[in-house]
């Protein structure tokens, strides 16, 4: 998975960042608690898993003898991240020593799911009244879809016109407003100007599945409070969701009024499927619903592939989507295009304009990795040594001069203090070239200060 | 790395439950002698306890994955697959992705003890094999399961299995117990063990020492679960950071191949391995003659 900045936070950081009052309000439902749960390390989950059904505060130096000398590091993390999620509330007990306790809202709520089981949100409509359900295929292809145009859409200023016209038609759906929102930080709109990718909208699009629902979701619960939604709601809406079994449908009746109106955004992005009985409407979550929480990017949401890359650096990708066509282009020349193949080449160039465009060398091969053909992908590797090695090479090229900010001096009055003045700089760490015939060294500029007041010391 | 995805933390446990009605039967008449002792348990206590930490196991992840194999007096047999229930009982207008686990366990288990019982009615039920369980069966079901797992899909889900035993062991169940641990042992699979009898199981202190599991008995059954919870819930991955009980020492006594009784010392044949208490002409698993002791004497009088 690429690691790019945008990233950097997952949903479980988001709900981690949410003010102590509203967290513990959180807690109230249990379906948060039980996906918090499940996204914290795994020594995290044991540790509040072993706290469950004691009620006395345990003191932080028992705990550290439950670990062995090598886990302190990911005891340390494990606690962290239970004090950052309020799971675990820090007391500091008489002896000034601190002493951790769960939750009392947390553990009641899971302590209720060991006892009586896990529940569903909601009952799921019986079947006689849902005359048509889509299959799980039929699910798997509308997400597909909805998905793309929603990612097109994302990019409209760029992507639009490459866009069949029956795709246009369906954007027209998606409200303008959250459009803006979500293309916010994706393209940089300059007045009088054309709107253009920016570098995270270039990653944007290389970016699996996951990692984009993600990032748009994201967008979504921020700017939630623009569009009169609580944040709250959204995210235990959001949380909520993740808990229905694919494919199932459920009420509409069931939900609220303002996770109505939420609903109706995120079967634009494919979240889930409305539909309409003669009498009732439902919704059926998609597997990115379900997995929301999960953030899961393993086998689970894997799609089929479709780019073969052979030695010669040549592609083939068998697809008809024009998206699919845009994102090669974005670091290959494409040579021609069959009505099911487009078959395009890996070369110096495109790379390079790629990667002025900010997209990086480990983005491009986890993307050929991640899409490859099956006939390809259960070889190993899936994408021809050679050509990573390549893609990776080149990159490299482009930062074969590295610039540091670097002050000279010269003129040593003699060898002593030359060579004094060089274990200094080396010291510090700052000493980047030395020349001792000439008596001259080079050192970093943040060391400028501490050099003067060195070399004023040695006169 | 903030957006790291803690998948490696997955496991799919395999519980063997001991419902031999011989040792629970055994363990309410203890209960009802002295009372809220600590140290015994009835069978509902202990269904009170295990229930939870099922539950408790597939909370931890959703791709955790539970199994319930009952180990009876006669017989043994799935109880409970917590995969199963996703895929065949989501249509069924129920409960849908995760039924009331308790329900299906106590449902199923109602119907194996029956079962169990039935199949018992020809043989004598004071017979001395009655009293010691299904492990060996139960094992070879449990690893039939796990194969089956990682050969059938893409997915690798770390494999435990978790004997909640409290029957004695069985020494006549000593060749296929040990076949088992071995079979384990190749396929990587930690046996870890929670014996609630009243004495050490030996078979299980080798199984979970072969196998790098943990063998543990709790000194105080009423806290079964925080055992289970603090123990037996820590995924193999974890396990690598955090303290657990250390083996106290193992019983390696085998036990004889020709009667079935555990043996000190004894008599081992020398192209098979098998073990014998008493001196054999022949190995009765290999067929191989072994050199008799009587030789000798006719070596002396050669001499003369």
């Given at each position: 998975?690429?690691q790019v900045r945008?990233?950097a936070k997952?949903f479980?950081?988001?709900?981690?960042?949410?003010p102590?009052?509203?967290?513990?309000?959180?807690y109230?439902?249990p379906?948060?608690?039980?996906?918090v749960?499940r996204?914290l390390?795994?020594?995290?989950?044991?540790?509040?898993?072993?706290?469950?059904?004691i009620?006395?505060p345990?003191s932080a130096?028992?705990m550290?003898?439950w670990?062995?000398?090598?886990?302190i590091s990911k005891?340390?993390?494990?606690?962290?991240?239970?004090l950052?999620?309020?799971?675990f509330l820090?007391?500091?007990?008489?002896?000034k020593?601190?002493?951790y306790?769960?939750n009392?809202?947390f553990?009641?709520?899971?302590?209720k799911?060991?006892?009586?089981g896990?529940s569903?949100?909601r009952?799921?409509?019986p079947?006689n009244?849902t005359v048509r359900?889509?299959t799980?295929?039929d699910?798997?292809?509308?997400?597909?879809?909805?998905?793309e145009?929603?990612?097109?859409?994302?990019?409209?200023g760029?992507?639009?016109q490459?866009?069949s016209?029956?795709?246009?038609?369906?954007?027209?759906?998606f409200s303008?407003?959250m459009?803006?929102?979500?293309?916010?930080?994706l393209?940089?709109?300059?007045?009088n100007?054309?709107?253009?990718l920016t570098?995270?909208?270039?990653?944007?699009?290389?970016?699996?599945t996951?990692?984009?629902?993600w990032?748009?979701?994201r967008?979504?619960i921020?700017t939630?409070?623009?569009?009169?939604?609580?944040?709250?709601?959204?995210?235990?809406f959001?949380?909520e969701?993740s808990?229905?079994?694919?494919?199932?449908a459920?009420?509409?009746?069931?939900?609220?009024?303002?996770?109505?109106?939420?609903?109706?955004d995120?079967a634009?992005l494919g979240l889930?499927?409305l539909?309409?009985?003669?009498?009732?409407?439902?919704?059926i979550?998609?597997?990115?619903?379900?997995?929301l929480?999960v953030?899961?990017?393993?086998?689970?949401a894997?799609?089929?592939?479709?780019?073969v890359?052979e030695?010669n650096?040549r592609m083939?990708s068998y697809?008809t989507?024009?998206?699919?066509?845009?994102?090669?282009?974005?670091?290959?020349?494409?040579e021609?295009?069959?009505?099911?193949?487009?078959?395009?080449?890996?070369t110096k160039?495109s790379?390079?304009?790629?990667?002025?465009?900010?997209?990086?060398?480990?983005?491009?091969i986890?993307?050929l990795?991640?899409?490859?053909?099956?006939?390809v992908?259960e070889?190993i590797p899936?994408?021809?040594?050679?050509?990573?090695?390549?893609?990776?090479?080149?990159?490299?090229d482009?930062n074969?001069?590295?610039?540091t900010l670097a002050h000279v001096?010269e003129d040593?009055?003699?060898?002593?203090?030359f060579?004094a003045?060089?274990?200094?700089?080396r010291?510090m760490?700052g000493l980047?070239?030395?020349?001792?015939d000439?008596k001259?060294l080079?050192v970093?500029?943040?060391y400028?200060?501490?050099?003067?007041?060195?070399?004023?010391?040695?006169? | 790395?903030?957006?790291?995805?803690?998948?490696?933390?997955?496991?799919l446990v395999?519980v063997?439950?001991?419902?031999?009605?011989?040792f629970?039967g055994?363990?309410?008449?203890?209960?009802?002698?002295?009372t809220?002792s600590p140290?015994v348990?009835?069978?509902?206590?202990?269904?009170?306890h295990?229930?939870p930490?099922?539950?408790?196991?597939l909370?931890l992840?959703?791709?955790?994955?539970?199994?319930?194999?009952a180990?009876?007096?006669n017989?043994?047999?799935?109880i409970?697959d917590?995969?199963e229930?996703?895929?065949?009982?989501?249509?069924?207008?129920?409960s849908g992705r995760?039924?009331?686990?308790?329900?299906?366990?106590?449902?199923s288990?109602?119907e194996f003890?029956?079962?169990?019982?039935?199949?018992?009615?020809g043989?004598?039920?004071?017979?001395?094999n009655?009293?010691?369980?299904?492990?060996s069966?139960?094992?070879?079901?449990?690893?039939?399961y796990?194969?089956?797992?990682?050969?059938?899909?893409l997915?690798h889900p770390?494999?435990?299995?978790?004997?909640v035993?409290?029957?004695p062991d069985?020494?006549?169940q000593y060749?296929a117990?040990?076949?088992?641990?071995f079979?384990?042992q190749?396929?990587?699979?930690?046996?870890?063990?929670?014996?609630?009898?009243v004495?050490h199981?030996?078979?299980?202190?080798?199984?979970?020492?072969?196998t790098?599991g943990v063998?543990l008995?709790?000194?105080?059954?009423?806290?079964?679960f925080?055992?289970?919870?603090?123990?037996?819930a820590?995924d193999l991955?974890?396990?690598n950071?955090?303290?657990?009980?250390?083996p106290v020492?193992v019983?390696?006594?085998?036990s004889c191949?020709?009667?079935k009784?555990?043996?000190?010392?004894?008599?081992v044949?020398?192209?098979?391995?098998?073990?014998?208490?008493?001196?054999?002409?022949k190995?009765?698993t290999?067929?191989s003659e072994?050199?008799?002791p009587?030789?000798?004497?006719?070596?002396?009088?050669e001499?003369?």
């Open positions: 998975m690429p945008i990233l997952n479980m950081d988001m709900v981690a960042a949410l102590a009052t509203k967290l513990d309000k959180l109230e439902n379906f948060i608690c039980e996906a749960l996204s390390p795994p020594l995290a989950k044991k540790y509040a898993l072993q706290l469950l059904f009620d006395s345990i130096k028992t550290e003898g670990v062995l000398a090598d886990g005891h340390r993390v494990a606690i962290d991240r239970l950052q999620l309020r799971v820090e007391e500091i007990d008489r002896k020593e601190s002493t306790k769960l009392p809202k553990q009641g709520n899971i302590q799911y060991l006892v009586y896990g569903l949100p009952q799921p409509m079947s009244v359900l889509p799980l295929e699910l798997e292809t509308y997400v597909l879809e909805q998905w145009v929603a990612t097109a859409a994302i990019n409209q760029f992507l639009l490459l866009i016209s029956s795709q246009v038609e369906k954007l027209t759906s303008a407003s459009m803006k929102f979500f293309q916010r930080g393209l940089s709109a300059r007045e100007e054309a709107p253009k570098e995270n909208g270039f990653q944007f699009l290389l970016m699996d996951n990692a984009q629902l990032y748009i979701i967008e979504y921020s939630a409070e623009d569009r009169g939604v609580e944040q709250m709601d959204l995210i235990s959001l949380l969701l808990f229905h079994t694919t494919g199932e459920y009420n509409l009746n069931t939900l609220t009024d303002i996770q109505r109106s939420v609903i109706k995120l634009n889930v499927k539909q309409q009985g003669r009498k009732e409407s439902w919704f979550p998609t597997k990115l619903a379900t997995n929480s953030s899961l990017s393993d086998s689970s894997r799609k089929q592939g479709f780019v890359v030695t650096f083939y697809s989507s024009k998206l699919h066509c845009e994102i090669l282009r974005l670091f290959s020349r494409i021609y295009q069959l009505p099911n193949l487009i078959v395009g080449a890996i160039e790379l390079y304009s790629a990667f002025e465009n900010g997209i990086n060398s480990d983005q491009i986890s993307f990795q991640e899409n490859a053909h099956p006939r992908a070889r899936a994408v021809p040594e050679n050509v990573t090695d390549q893609i990776r090479l080149w990159e490299n482009r074969r001069v590295e610039m001096y040593f009055p003699s060898k002593e203090v060579e003045t060089c274990d200094f700089a010291d760490g980047l070239w030395e020349d001792t000439k001259r080079v970093r500029g943040e400028h200060q501490d050099m003067k007041d060195f070399l004023r010391r040695q006169k | 790395m903030a957006s790291k995805l803690y998948t490696d933390d997955v496991s395999v063997l439950l001991d419902v031999n009605p011989f629970w055994g363990a309410l008449k203890k209960t009802t002698t002295t809220n140290s348990l009835s069978f509902s206590n202990f269904l009170n295990v229930l930490f099922l539950n408790s196991i909370l992840n959703q791709l955790n994955q539970v199994v319930v194999i180990c009876g007096a017989t043994c047999g799935y409970y917590s995969s229930t996703k895929t065949s009982e989501a249509g069924v207008g129920g995760m039924p009331d686990l308790c329900e299906r366990v106590l449902g288990l109602e003890v029956v079962n169990d019982q039935r199949t018992g009615w043989a004598d039920p004071t017979a001395a009655a009293a010691s369980g299904m492990l069966g139960s094992l070879s079901l449990a690893l039939c796990i194969q089956r797992v990682l050969r059938g899909g997915l770390q494999p435990r299995i978790l004997c035993q409290g029957s069985g020494p006549e060749v117990v040990m076949n088992s641990i079979s384990a190749r396929s990587m699979v930690p046996i870890d063990s929670c014996v609630i009898g004495q199981s030996a078979f299980l202190q080798q199984a979970s020492y072969i790098g063998y008995k709790p000194q105080q059954l009423d806290g079964l925080q055992y289970l919870s603090m123990v037996f820590t991955h974890s396990r950071f955090i303290q657990l009980p250390k020492g019983d390696f006594r085998a191949f020709c009667h009784k555990t043996i000190d010392m004894g008599y044949c020398s192209v098979c391995l098998s073990i014998f208490c008493k001196q054999h002409k190995c009765s290999c067929g072994f050199n008799q009587h030789l000798v004497p006719i070596s002396t009088s001499q003369k």
